[in-house]
Structure formats: C-alpha cells, structure tokens
C-alpha cells in the first residue's frame, strides 16, 4: 500500500457521506497513506449527523452540511451521490473549499476537470474547485490504456465489465449475503444476484445502452483528451465482492510487440502486470481486494484483426475505483501548493 511522504503540512479535510461504503473507505484509505490530516470533518445527511465515525483511533462527530462548511475545511472529498453533489458542492467551493466529488454530478461538465492522476493530473490548476473523480469501471480501464494509447494510439476499445455489488453500495452487499444464507431481505436490484449475472448497471438510456455503460464511452475520452476514440461497452454485475474485472479488447492505429506492451504496462504508475500462463497467474478481484493498483494480464494478440489486443484488467472499486483515486487528487493538489 502506498504510503505519501508529504513533509509536514497538515491539513483539515471534510468527508461529505462519511458514512457510507465508500465514505467509510475515504477515510480508511486517507489513513493508511498518512494524507497529512490534522482533523477529520465527517459530514452526512441529517439522519447521520451526531453519529462517530472513527479515524486513526479518535472518533469523530458527524456533523451536517452547513456546519462542514462552517469548519471551513482545506479539502472536501464528497460521496454522496449527485443531487446532493449538485446542490452542495458549489456552496463548499464558494466557500474556497476544494471539492473532490465522486458522484456523476460534474463528470461530463465541460468547466470541471474529469481526473485519473496517472492518466491527467496536468490538467489541474489552482482555478480548479469542484473537481470531478470518474466512474469506477472508467478509471481502472484507462490507467491500463493510456501508456499504450501514448506509444501505440488506440483506435477502438470493445470493453465488457464484471462488477462487484459493492459498486451499487451497502444494500446490494446485504442482498447478496442475505441470499446466500436464504434470508429474505431488502432488494438493491430487481433480480437476485447471488448466482446470476445481471447485464444491467444503472438505467437504460434511449440508445439500448445503460447509463454505466455510456459512462465508459464519453469519460474515457474526456479523460484521455482525445474524441478519436471509439468506445462501447456491455457493463454487468456478477456476485462478488471487493473488485471489478473487464475484457477489453483495444485497437491500435500502429503494431505491437507483445513484450513491449507487457514492459510498458510493467512500468506504468500505478499497475501490476498478472500474466504468467504457465503458472495460472492472472488478476482476479480476490487478488486486488483491499489493494490500490489495477491489475492486468491474459495479455494476447486478437488473432482476428490486425494490431488489436486482448486484456483483462481488474481493480479494487471502492479503493482505486473511488476512494484511493480521491485520495490520490487530494495528494496532487497538496504537492502542487494548490491545497496547504
């Protein structure tokens, strides 16, 4: 787990749905890479607030989002999905607060930068103050493409996801287990889970394609700054907890060697290459459980079309799909002096 030597700033830092599956983990993670943090501010919805939530071995009061404000924190990373992000977000930034929002409330907005910091921290500045962390499936797939995009240029990615419940938050982790134990119990999805597969993540949209997968196709383009990319994407949601998986299958303009791909993925920040055959050593989400990289491996050349690849890439979705990518904003914005 990488852990941030950040000298000795400190800092007062919001957690706007701080008690939440991913709020939860905000903290977790702003802990455990020693994010310089002199005091904790734990901001929920108004049924939350007098609660404590606890953050390096001292507990914290929740408290309600007039009173984040108030504490006039450095930093406010918000998980709270994206009508409270929409209504909140630009009363903290009024107040020189630096919003870091998980939701999909800011991600396509043409003023708020969209932010992987392996793929394009360059593009924030200190003008930035709602800056928008992308969809968990979109983030672990584009730190995988963008050093190949650089060398090889992608044409077309065909993506499929296998998603974790955890994505869809607490209910669906309790619907699952409850399942699995044969209890009956709240609903997250329409269909039970626990031993079936649900080709549906979020809405269907008027194009036949669902909101999640829609998600992959424009934020991976804003995100990589290049429209030329064609995308399209069948996102799923399979009973697991603790990681997503995609195939993806990548179209480059230019050739490729297989070693070299396999040499410049091992040396991008942020990933660990899995692809040792022989061995039956590839990512699973019982491998990047719990763990910051995106995994990638069953590196193979699509024998159907020329200069195409195969991949299966793997990551933690509560930690890199959100929290830790927040986290990693956060540290960019500290070590640039645009937060101190």
Not at 16 to 28: D, E, H, I, R, S
Not at 122 to 141: G, H, K, R, W, Y
Not at 301 to 306: F, I
Request: negative net charge; proline residues 4%; contains cysteine.
């Amino acid at each position: 787990m990488a852990e941030q030597n950040l000298g000795g700033t400190n800092m007062k830092v919001a957690v706007v749905g701080a008690t939440g599956l991913v709020g939860t983990k905000m903290l977790q993670v702003l802990a455990e890479r020693n994010f310089p943090v002199t005091e904790i501010v734990p901001v929920a919805s108004e049924r939350s607030v007098g609660k404590e939530v606890s953050f390096k071995a001292k507990n914290y009061t929740v408290v309600s989002m007039e009173d984040g404000i108030v504490a006039k924190p450095a930093v406010a990373i918000f998980s709270a999905g994206g009508s409270t992000s929409l209504e909140w977000a630009p009363k903290f930034a009024a107040a020189g607060i630096r919003v870091i929002d998980n939701s999909s409330a800011w991600r396509m907005d043409p003023t708020k930068k969209l932010v992987v910091p392996e793929v394009n921290a360059n593009v924030l500045t200190s003008e930035d103050f709602i800056i928008a962390n992308p969809n968990c499936s979109t983030i672990q797939m584009v730190v995988a493409l963008q050093p190949l995009h650089t060398r090889y240029k992608i044409k077309r990615v065909v993506v499929s996801t296998y998603q974790s419940v955890t994505g869809t938050g607490k209910k669906a982790v309790d619907q699952l287990f409850n399942e699995r134990k044969n209890i009956a119990g709240e609903m997250a999805y329409k269909y039970q889970i626990d031993l079936n597969v649900i080709p549906q993540i979020d809405v269907f949209l008027d194009n036949g394609y669902t909101k999640e997968e829609m998600k992959m196709v424009n934020e991976t383009k804003k995100i990589m700054q290049d429209d030329s990319i064609r995308v399209t994407a069948t996102t799923v949601r399979i009973p697991v907890v603790g990681g997503h998986s995609e195939s993806v299958n990548i179209e480059f303009e230019n050739d490729f060697d297989l070693a070299t791909v396999k040499s410049i993925l091992e040396n991008a920040p942020g990933i660990i290459v899995q692809d040792d055959i022989a061995n039956q050593q590839y990512p699973m989400p019982l491998w990047a459980h719990e763990k910051d990289e995106v995994f990638v491996g069953r590196l193979r050349r699509d024998e159907t079309q020329a200069n195409t690849l195969n991949m299966w890439i793997v990551s933690d979705n509560l930690r890199k799909g959100a929290a830790t990518n927040a986290v990693q904003i956060a540290e960019h914005l500290l070590a640039e002096g645009i937060i101190h």
